[in-house]
């Protein structure tokens, strides 16, 4: 890989565009509407790439911020939803 970035290095400003036309004319890039192998294997890379998971107090408070965002902030409020998470540590 470090061979191929360092060859890069070297081309002109000319060289380079040219290379990334011929790029993405050959791999067009992902487009979120349409499905596809490529993005199939670009969401399960995703998925298993290095991620950091939400803790409670952080799913909480992004859900007291919707809460509050949308004028249903009172426990129980008969139009909306009330946030029930398990305690914090």
């Not at 294997?41 to 409670?56: C, R, V, W």
Request: no cysteine; hydrophobic share 30%.
């Amino acid at each position: 890989m470090q061979e191929i970035k360092a060859a890069i290095e070297t081309l002109s400003p000319a060289e380079r565009a040219e290379l990334d036309r011929l790029l993405r004319e050959s791999h067009p890039p992902l487009g979120p509407e349409v499905d596809s192998p490529e993005l199939e294997t670009e969401l399960l890379k995703a998925i298993d790439g290095p991620y950091t998971p939400y803790s409670s107090e952080e799913f909480r408070q992004i859900g007291e911020q919707i809460m509050r965002e949308h004028g249903r902030n009172e426990p129980g409020h008969s139009k909306g939803w009330v946030l029930q998470l398990p305690a914090t540590e």
